[in-house]
């Protein structure tokens, strides 16, 4: 890095990746109508969160500053060394080359360049995503997201506080991290396979631990307990079947949570006077259950709600003490829409909760891992709110739980941890639903367009060590 030009930064190619030029002019969106233009000089255009603007700084190296989601900016192709500098979580556009987000616990994702990617003095997520990235993560506890087939990246400030996430490089133990290491010079570069490396600037080998790296998903002791692939939809009813579409406490009308301040209904496909509106579908091997408004005719038979949505709950057929349990699907990104999977005890008391993945539509890249517990008296969480650079389309969302340890995972790396509560060690059964309202608050349009959970399959597996934990109570077609 000693041999790098003036103002940049070597990447792990040895290519040098430039800053933003020292600005010339300022100017301010506060002055500003829908458009703010620059000039052909090196600029620094100052957003403002009571304003609706997109700016433009055209040719030389600009800064932009923003405020809200109302601060946009367009830059055209070879138009210098732009930078975006901004508190909130951001994803870089098109033809800009840097980023540097300071809000805590706030994401950093670059674009499909090389870019250099910032974060504050406080903690946030870095990914760089295609290209040979450069990422400096600041002060604070920072999780670095290094992808297979995004490139090689280098990583400036690796500190004792931060954590590497290597997803899809099928490295599943700390010795296997190790053994890809060599130092070089005063770098330390890991080779991840496939001509990819990621480099940690100024370190050695020694410094590293096990806790800093996040890795993928070791299933060779897995054993399958539940398998359903939704190829039918194998309803309880009343005697067997594998999903029930109502709580155990529900009505014959359905249910709802009324304390999370949900704005849905859990309708019933086998009650009458509802039984226009069906929240599950099926096609080729998926169930979508569909959030929707309520038609007014049938508001009286649901408590006057405002929405629709479905519900899945084994209570009746499967349970199960430790083990792996994942869900496959697709999550919709609607407005104040709650989708979620998770676990509750048999044995009907709450806490212990175990939450495999919670999400607002309204934050896709967010994913909210909870075990809910009163190991100390009272009720309490112990929560993680965790960044990914991309929840598009189906993706896995799992967690490992053990006598001692809960890990989650998304697409089978870790993302989060923590010791197994004292109370929750007990058979607990699965839970699938997509609310409305709640933490995600109130849909802004009122959900003019239907969201959809579209789930492709719901997995359990006990651990070869945990055996005696397995308690499946039915079995209607076999698969548990």
């Not at 408004?293 to 408590?303: G, T």
């Not at 492709?456 to 548990?480: K, P, R, W």
Request: aromatic share 12%; hydrophobic share 35%.
């Amino acid at each position: 890095m000693d041999d790098a030009p003036e103002n940049s930064v070597l990447n792990a190619k040895g290519v040098p990746l430039f800053y933003s030029g020292a600005s010339v002019n300022h100017y301010s969106a506060s002055d500003a109508g829908p458009e703010l233009y620059g000039s052909a000089d090196n600029d620094t255009m100052w957003g403002d969160a009571s304003v609706d603007v997109t700016m433009y700084g055209g040719d030389g190296d600009d800064i932009y500053r923003l405020y809200s989601a109302t601060n946009r900016v367009s830059e055209a192709s070879d138009e210098g060394v732009d930078t975006i500098v901004t508190w909130m979580s951001y994803t870089l556009p098109d033809n800009i080359e840097n980023l540097k987000v300071t809000g805590n616990g706030r994401y950093a994702f670059g674009n499909d360049a090389d870019n250099i990617v910032m974060g504050g003095d406080r903690s946030q997520t870095l990914d760089g995503g295609k290209g040979d990235d450069v990422l400096e993560g600041g002060g604070g506890a920072d999780i670095f997201n290094v992808e297979a087939g995004n490139g090689s990246d280098l990583i400036l400030d690796f500190g004792a506080e931060d954590m590497v996430r290597l997803n899809g490089y099928g490295i599943t133990s700390f010795e296997e991290v190790l053994a890809g290491m060599t130092q070089a010079g005063n770098d330390v570069r890991l080779d991840l396979g496939g001509g990819e490396t990621l480099v940690f600037a100024d370190t050695t080998v020694d410094q590293f631990e096990e806790s800093q790296f996040q890795l993928q998903l070791d299933r060779s002791n897995f054993q399958l307990t539940f398998s359903d692939e939704f190829n039918t939809l194998d309803l309880w009813n009343g005697e067997s079947g594998t999903w029930d579409t109502n709580f155990w406490w529900g009505r014959e009308n359905g249910s709802t949570l009324y304390k999370n301040e949900e704005l849905q209904w859990y309708v019933q496909p086998d009650y009458e006077p509802t039984n226009p509106v069906n929240p599950f579908s099926m096609d080729n091997g998926v169930v979508t259950i569909t959030a929707e408004r309520a038609p007014e005719d049938i508001r009286p038979y649901i408590e006057n709600y405002e929405y629709t949505s479905g519900l899945l709950t084994t209570y009746e057929s499967f349970a199960q003490k430790y083990g792996y349990f994942e869900m496959r699907a697709d999550m919709p990104e609607n407005d104040g829409t709650w989708p979620a999977f998770w676990l509750l005890p048999k044995d009907q008391s709450w806490p212990p909760e175990l939450d495999v993945v919670e999400m607002r539509g309204q934050e896709p890249n967010r994913l909210d891992l909870t075990a809910h517990t009163k190991q100390t008296g009272s009720q309490t969480e112990i929560l993680s709110s965790v960044n990914v650079s991309d929840t598009a389309g189906f993706h896995t969302y799992g967690v490992l739980w053990t006598e001692d340890d809960l890990v989650w995972y998304f697409d089978d790396v870790e993302v989060a941890r923590t010791s197994t509560p004292a109370d929750m060690h007990k058979e607990m059964y699965l839970l699938a639903n997509l609310a409305v309202g709640g933490i995600a608050g109130e849909p802004d349009d009122g959900l003019a367009v239907p969201a959809e959970m579209q789930i492709d399959y719901i997995h359990a597996y006990a651990l070869d060590d945990l055996q005696a934990g397995v308690a499946a109570t039915a079995d209607s077609d076999g698969t548990f």
